[in-house]
């Protein structure tokens, strides 16, 4: 089983900031997927990026990027320059690499306020 | 494309009373998932489903809960009788393969009030 520890429960900046959403999970297997996922006040939950435990290079896609350090089980979220629309809840998730049914644990999730 | 739809969007209701969440997945897809949404305990997977039947229900609260898939376009979650605790946001996702690397595709929830 995965437990995932997401420890800011609340972060807010103001507009053009860098912010790192921090995320810490536990799991006993040695292969699984990492997901970031962000819930926007509309509610709906919305994927925003998946990695292996098997690549550890990290990521960047526009102003988001994603570092993943299997030596101290963290895989966290950093936005560059934060926008008033990355005010959302985003939510860690750990997957089993052999799990049926790709059950997602989430973290308790980090809300991110972006103040104009 | 449609995406996953759930209905209906708010739910108010008394003690006691019957509530129905529905879902349609995203065609195609054979897995589907409900989850809850509480400031308590966060997000939790109740219940998913392949290809119609119901696979793990592990996560399902009690016997009050109950959750259908007749069909692979359609799935209820019930919940009699509702009691306060159980207003939450609940949610349907749906996968295509349910492999760990897939991504899950959520509809807008369900927020439930039992008054």
């Known amino acids: 089983a995965q437990k995932v520890t997401q420890a800011q429960t609340e972060i807010s900046v103001v507009e053009k900031e860098d912010v790192t959403l921090d995320c810490v999970y536990e799991?006993?297997?040695?292969?699984?997927?990492l997901f970031w996922y962000k819930q926007p006040p509309s509610g709906e939950l919305v994927f925003l990026i998946r990695?292996?435990?098997?690549?550890?290079q990290n990521e960047i896609s526009g102003r988001y990027s994603w570092n993943f350090q299997k030596s101290t089980s963290s895989f966290n979220f950093t936005i560059t320059a934060s926008q008033v629309v990355d005010s959302a809840v985003y939510f860690c998730?750990?997957?089993?690499?052999?799990?049926?049914?790709?059950?997602?644990?989430f973290g308790g999730g980090t809300r991110l306020m972006v103040k104009p | 494309d449609a995406g996953v739809i759930q209905s209906p969007r708010h739910e108010v209701t008394e003690m006691g009373q019957e509530v129905t969440l529905r879902c349609k997945p995203i065609?195609?897809?054979?897995?589907l998932f409900w989850y809850r949404q509480t400031m308590m305990r966060g997000l939790e997977l109740l219940i998913y489903?392949?290809?119609?039947?119901?696979?793990?229900d592990s996560g399902m609260p009690e016997d009050r809960f109950s959750a259908k898939m007749p069909n692979a376009s359609f799935s209820t979650l019930k919940i009699q009788p509702s009691e306060p605790r159980d207003s939450a946001v609940y949610f349907c996702?749906?996968?295509?393969?349910?492999?760990?690397?897939?991504?899950?595709?959520f509809g807008s929830g369900t927020q439930l009030s039992v008054l």
């Open positions: 996702a749906s996968s295509s393969t349910g492999r760990s690397e897939e991504k899950l595709f």
């Open positions: 799991t006993r297997d040695t292969t699984y997927y």
């Open positions: 990695r292996n435990s098997f690549d550890e």
């Open positions: 998730a750990p997957v089993n690499f052999n799990n049926a049914g790709n059950m997602l644990t």
């Open positions: 065609s195609g897809h054979d897995y």
């Open positions: 489903f392949n290809n119609n039947v119901p696979i793990d």
